[in-house]
């Protein structure tokens, strides 16, 4: 009994590499770093709400319903999205044309629009209140050309409408050759900078007094 159940198990394991390798091929999502066992979860509750009795019935829907790749790659995702949307960074995710994919909790609160305004949109054609133009046309530029952006000296206006800094990064997601879209991330440094410029001033009055002394 035992031996049957894991030559079954082994053939279900090979017919969700199948699967994986299927979603690589069709949607460049590349899964094959995942945990086998979660992998499996999130399978068989899609085969649950299609009513699939069997993996094989579940490879053969695929087949003959490519949208069902959709909901299998979101169901597989929710974790990280759930972790991507509590994040206190501003997180945007664009797909290759620099439309909106993605656009968290800290994105709303930080950038000044809500992910409603946001998902679905061009990037480059927003007014985003926290990203001047010349900031959004550095970003679209290194990003045509597959080039990762760093600042750490990014002034925009804080929710309560006082001044603030951030640190912006935005990195293009290329697999084998192919651009998948990119990731930008704004995260609020203005508390770090306000002490870094206190420290900065303590020093200047520390090295007046010695001055003086002198």
Do not use: H
Request: aromatic share 4%.
């Amino acid at each position: 009994m035992k031996k049957d159940r894991s030559r079954r198990e082994g053939g279900e394991d090979r017919q969700i590499e199948a699967i994986l390798e299927r979603i690589r091929e069709a949607r460049n999502f590349d899964f094959r770093n995942y945990k086998r066992a979660t992998l499996r979860r999130r399978v068989q509750r899609r085969m649950a709400d299609r009513r699939c009795r069997s993996i094989s019935d579940y490879a053969a829907l695929l087949e003959r319903e490519p949208a069902e790749f959709d909901s299998l790659i979101s169901s597989m995702l929710i974790v990280q999205r759930t972790i991507i949307r509590t994040l206190t960074a501003g997180v945007v995710v664009l797909d290759p044309a620099g439309r909106i994919k993605m656009w968290n909790l800290a994105a709303e609160r930080l950038l000044g629009l809500s992910e409603d305004e946001a998902v679905g949109q061009l990037l480059w054609s927003l007014n985003v209140p926290a990203l001047s133009r010349s900031v959004l046309q550095r970003l679209r530029k290194s990003l045509a050309q597959n080039q990762p952006v760093r600042s750490d000296q990014v002034d925009y206006e804080l929710p309560n409408g006082s001044a603030g800094r951030a640190a912006l990064g935005a990195v293009p997601i290329v697999d084998n050759g192919s651009v998948l879209g990119s990731v930008i991330v704004f995260e609020d440094v203005s508390r770090m900078a306000g002490l870094a410029a206190e420290v900065a001033a303590l020093k200047g009055n520390n090295n007046g007094k010695r001055t003086g002394r002198r």
